[in-house]
Each structure stands twice: as structure tokens, then as C-alpha cells.
């Protein structure tokens, strides 16, 4: 059963940081591009950034330079890290294994003072 379970959201002020990780279990993590997506209330959900099996990463024009996606396969984890979050980020954020049209159940990231 592959299960995709993600972690560190929460709430920062603008100009923060959080980090943001993606535990995955029931497939062999190596071999799959892995992806962050998210969804803002009232918006359609995102690509954020995406990862390849070799370490490829693929970045949204308006996180590039802030936001790095990275996977550590002996952890079965992937992991984004966020810097200057604005509050447009404000957003339910997701992990994805699209090859197998897996998603987590999300993690809240609020951006506010």
C-alpha cells in the first residue's frame, strides 16, 4: 500500500522559512519523480516543484531562488525547503508520486503577521 505522509507546515511570518518533508512507503522511492503541489482557498492546485529519480528538480517560475526540493532515497523522504515565504503562499501544500497517481493528505502552510 503506498502511502505518502507529509509534515512541517504551519504558521510564519512573511519573509520566513519552513521545511516542509514527504515520508513515502510502499513503493521503491528511488525510482519515481516526486512532487510538492499546493492549493490556496479558492484556487486551483499548483506545481510548486518536482524531483526526479536522479535528483533533477524542476521549480514554478515564482519559487525559483527561494524554494529547494531535495530527496534523500535511504529515508524515503523528500523534503522542500521554503525561504522569503510571502503570504500568497498561504496554502494547503501537497506531495505527489504522479506515476502512480498518489497524493498525501497535505499540510497546511499559513503566511501572516
Known amino acids: 500500500q503506498v502511502q505518502l505522509v507529509e509534515s512541517g507546515g504551519g504558521l510564519v511570518q512573511p519573509g520566513g522559512s519552513l521545511r516542509l518533508s514527504c515520508a513515502v512507503s510502499?513503493?521503491?522511492?528511488?525510482?519515481?519523480?516526486m512532487a510538492w503541489y499546493r492549493q490556496a482557498p479558492g484556487k486551483q492546485r499548483e506545481l510548486v516543484a518536482d524531483?526526479?529519480?536522479?535528483?533533477?528538480?524542476n521549480y514554478a517560475d515564482s519559487m525559483k531562488g527561494r524554494f529547494t526540493l531535495s530527496r534523500d532515497n535511504a529515508k524515503n523522504t523528500v523534503y522542500l525547503q521554503m525561504n522569503g515565504l510571502k503570504p500568497e503562499g498561504t496554502a494547503v501544500y501537497y506531495c505527489?508520486?504522479?506515476?502512480?497517481?498518489?497524493w498525501g493528505q497535505g499540510t497546511q502552510v499559513t503566511v501572516s503577521s
Open positions: 505527489s508520486l504522479q506515476d502512480l497517481a498518489r
Open positions: 510502499g513503493v521503491i522511492f528511488s525510482f519515481y519523480t
Open positions: 524531483i526526479t529519480s536522479g535528483g533533477g528538480t
